[in-house]
């Protein structure tokens, strides 16, 4: 009896999870054609892409509406990220997600303004009261905009379930017009097996391919055994965009049978990170170049995955013929279809599979320590997705630590010993990150006594910096003296070309004003009609700190009619 009620639960929360999704509950949140620049689950740096992104024309400042009525829950200001984002709590369950936002609906923004300026903070997060800030389906909530880590006007949109999963918003009837089929960038084959070998050698091999008529490929007949898997490099596009998205199904069959499916409907934010582990890694970092794996390798979780047979790893057996066909689909069902011929041929001579051994192999469920001269480094346990020979040399301030060819999913410690420079010196020591041509990148330092750490999901080389340089502040539209009664904005223009900037604040006649951050452009923008100012003679004070404590302060008078 116990069993059979668990089982009809269980069966009551799948169908709802996965079928009554609502077709009608949630409108389009702009009032422009739907035209797409980022799909849903399209492949991202270190993560899935969680909504939809929807062109503005290229522009900013359009309406955008609640998709459904509701109360906001939260609200999130950052440099980074999202940017401006709101959230909006419907009574179904499900939370509309608005993001890189201009700015508020003229009632949420006052309500923000009032918070940031009583924390004295353009960076906030906020979480309003049950029915503080209700709205309704169809009410402009927001303004497009490009905040945050847009890389150009655009809104991004996601709807998320009661467990804050994001799901994709194509699910719940938001209608983009596509009738593209998915372009097929490349196909490979990878052996998975110590005695797999693909045309006689043991590395992954591309395949061939020959345009049909019909739309679909052909690829060039290989001769295989043992252990494989397929890999694909495919976009979509839709009719009213050239962006290369990301596909929403790839699935396989063999000799007819069903073998492995891949669908982007539904993750959670936990596990987006194993995208590294659905990619091909090491391919990508060379070749800048997303191939998806079809087929799941150990310490993989990923929920995207559905009906695969032995993990979608293929056994090819000498002297049988296969058929391996993969199917890519968009969310309107547009396919490409990759037909590939296999024969199977064990081979007794091949090129074997070459591995570099080094003095530190690192098991993937064990914790790793080295410690040489000024360096210690510490690798959690799980921070490897598999065991591996990792090349790590120290060469006085420097640490090279393997290079970023294979994925790191927690963070690992690089601790510096810095007993050796001079007291004097030692603030303005930063760890950095070594790049293309001798360039490098501010790596979080933390400090403690005479050490410098980090903390970071990125192998490669790591040395010891200085940053003696204070921040650049440049007046845009402000001079001394000056009158301002017709701006509407005061703006500044802040830099800092080594670490960056950390932190800043400005005041007038000694009152703290809120002054927005375009951490792309550097701008620093008041907005007068903050109506802080009630004076005519008005004495403007910025003070910008970099991210070791080097400040510069920037002082000027306008004048203003209040």
Same mark, same amino acid.
């Given at each position: 009896?116990?069993?059979?009620?668990?089982?009809?639960?269980?069966?009551?929360?799948?169908?709802?999870?996965?079928?009554?999704?609502?077709?009608?509950?949630?409108?389009?949140?702009?009032?422009?054609?739907?035209?797409?620049?980022?799909?849903?689950?399209?492949?991202?740096?270190?993560?899935?892409?969680?909504?939809?992104?929807?062109? =503005?024309?290229?522009?900013?400042?359009?309406?955008?509406?609640?998709?459904?009525?509701?109360?906001?829950?939260?609200?999130?200001?950052?440099?980074?990220?999202?940017?401006?984002?709101?959230?909006?709590?419907?009574?179904?369950?499900?939370?509309?997600?608005?993001?890189?936002?201009?700015?508020?609906?003229?009632?949420?923004?006052?309500?923000?303004?009032?918070?940031?300026?009583?924390?004295?903070?353009?960076?906030?997060?906020?979480?309003?009261?049950?029915?503080?800030?209700?709205?309704?389906?169809?009410?402009?909530?927001?303004?497009?905009?490009?905040?945050?880590?847009?890389?150009?006007?655009?809104?991004?949109?996601?709807?998320?379930?009661?467990?804050?999963?994001?799901?994709?918003?194509?699910?719940?009837?938001?209608?983009?017009?596509? =009738?593209?089929?998915?372009?097929?960038?490349?196909?490979?084959?990878?052996? /998975? @097996?110590?005695?797999?070998?693909?045309?006689?050698?043991?590395?992954?091999?591309?395949?061939?391919? =020959?345009?049909?008529?019909?739309? &679909?490929?052909?690829?060039?007949?290989?001769?295989?055994?043992?252990?494989?898997?397929?890999?694909?490099?495919?976009?979509?596009?839709?009719?009213?965009?050239?962006?290369?998205?990301?596909?929403?199904?790839?699935?396989?069959?063999?000799?007819?049978?069903?073998?492995?499916?891949?669908?982007?409907?539904?993750?959670?934010? &936990?596990?987006?990170?194993?995208?590294?582990?659905?990619?091909?890694? #090491?391919?990508?970092?060379?070749?800048? $170049?997303?191939?998806?794996?079809?087929?799941?390798?150990?310490? $993989?979780?990923?929920?995207?995955?559905?009906?695969? %047979?032995?993990?979608?790893?293929?056994?090819?057996?000498?002297? /049988?013929?296969?058929?391996?066909?993969?199917?890519?689909?968009?969310?309107?069902?547009?396919?490409?279809?990759?037909?590939?011929?296999?024969?199977?041929?064990?081979?007794?001579?091949?090129?074997?599979?070459?591995?570099?051994?080094? $003095?530190?192999?690192?098991?993937?469920?064990?914790?790793?320590?080295?410690?040489?001269?000024?360096?210690?480094?510490?690798?959690?346990?799980?921070?490897?997705?598999?065991?591996?020979?990792?090349?790590?040399?120290?060469?006085?301030?420097?640490?090279?630590?393997?290079?970023?060819?294979?994925?790191?999913?927690?963070?690992?410690?690089?601790?510096?010993?810095?007993?050796?420079?001079? @007291? @004097?010196?030692?603030?303005?020591?930063?760890?950095?990150?070594?790049?293309?041509?001798?360039?490098?990148?501010?790596?979080?330092?933390?400090?403690? #006594?005479?050490?410098?750490?980090?903390?970071?999901?990125?192998?490669?080389?790591?040395?010891?910096?200085?940053?003696?340089?204070?921040?650049?502040? %440049?007046?845009?539209?402000?001079?001394?003296?000056?009158?301002?009664?017709?701006?509407?904005?005061?703006?500044?223009?802040?830099?800092?070309?080594?670490?960056?900037?950390?932190?800043?604040?400005?005041?007038?006649?000694?009152?703290?004003?809120?002054?927005?951050?375009?951490?792309?452009?550097?701008?620093?923008?008041?907005?007068?009609?903050?109506?802080?100012?009630?004076?005519?003679?008005?004495?403007?004070?910025?003070?910008?700190?970099?991210?070791?404590?080097?400040?510069?302060?920037?002082?000027?008078?306008?004048?203003?009619?209040?």
């Amino acid at each position: 009896m116990r069993t059979t009620l668990l089982l009809i639960i269980l069966k009551f929360y799948i169908g709802y999870g996965q079928k009554d999704i609502p077709q009608n509950y949630f409108m389009h949140p702009l009032d422009v054609p739907l035209a797409v620049s980022g799909t849903y689950g399209e492949l991202r740096s270190n993560h899935f892409h969680s909504g939809i992104d929807l062109k =503005t024309n290229g522009q900013e400042g359009l309406n955008v509406y609640a998709a459904a009525s509701g109360t906001v829950s939260r609200i999130k200001i950052s440099n980074f990220g999202y940017g401006k984002a709101i959230y909006i709590s419907h009574p179904n369950g499900y939370t509309s997600v608005y993001a890189h936002l201009q700015k508020f609906s003229p009632e949420i923004e006052a309500y923000i303004k009032k918070r940031q300026y009583a924390k004295e903070s353009y960076e906030i997060e906020l979480f309003p009261t049950s029915g503080t800030l209700t709205v309704k389906k169809g009410d402009i909530i927001a303004y497009s905009g490009n905040t945050g880590g847009s890389g150009g006007p655009h809104l991004h949109f996601e709807i998320r379930d009661a467990r804050a999963r994001p799901m994709n918003p194509l699910s719940f009837g938001i209608d983009v017009e596509d =009738t593209k089929k998915p372009i097929v960038n490349s196909v490979w084959i990878y052996d /998975l @097996a110590q005695n797999a070998h693909i045309d006689g050698a043991q590395e992954p091999s591309r395949l061939r391919l =020959t345009p049909q008529k019909d739309g &679909s490929f052909k690829a060039a007949a290989v001769k295989a055994f043992g252990k494989i898997g397929i890999g694909v490099s495919t976009i979509d596009q839709q009719n009213l965009s050239t962006n290369k998205n990301g596909i929403y199904k790839i699935s396989t069959s063999v000799n007819g049978q069903e073998n492995f499916e891949l669908k982007m409907n539904r993750f959670s934010f &936990s596990e987006t990170r194993y995208i590294n582990r659905l990619i091909d890694y #090491k391919h990508y970092k060379k070749n800048r $170049n997303r191939i998806s794996k079809l087929f799941i390798e150990k310490n $993989n979780p990923l929920t995207i995955y559905k009906n695969a %047979v032995d993990n979608g790893i293929i056994n090819i057996e000498d002297s /049988l013929s296969y058929t391996i066909k993969v199917f890519i689909n968009d969310f309107k069902n547009n396919t490409t279809l990759i037909d590939i011929p296999v024969q199977g041929q064990f081979m007794d001579k091949i090129t074997k599979k070459e591995v570099t051994k080094t $003095n530190n192999f690192v098991k993937s469920t064990e914790n790793f320590t080295y410690n040489s001269g000024i360096f210690d480094v510490f690798i959690p346990k799980g921070s490897l997705y598999e065991n591996t020979y990792l090349d790590i040399e120290a060469n006085g301030d420097t640490l090279k630590l393997h290079k970023d060819e294979i994925p790191l999913h927690k963070k690992i410690s690089i601790v510096f010993d810095v007993s050796n420079y001079a @007291a @004097a010196d030692k603030k303005k020591l930063y760890i950095g990150q070594l790049g293309y041509k001798n360039n490098h990148y501010y790596s979080k330092t933390y400090r403690k #006594k005479n050490k410098l750490s980090t903390r970071t999901r990125t192998l490669g080389s790591y040395s010891i910096f200085s940053d003696i340089e204070k921040p650049i502040v %440049v007046p845009i539209n402000v001079t001394n003296k000056k009158w301002m009664s017709k701006a509407n904005f005061l703006k500044i223009k802040i830099n800092d070309k080594d670490t960056g900037i950390a932190s800043y604040r400005a005041t007038i006649n000694g009152k703290f004003i809120l002054m927005e951050y375009d951490y792309k452009t550097g701008m620093l923008i008041y907005d007068f009609n903050d109506k802080v100012i009630t004076d005519t003679e008005n004495k403007f004070k910025l003070i910008v700190l970099d991210k070791v404590g080097n400040n510069t302060t920037f002082e000027t008078t306008f004048f203003r009619k209040p």
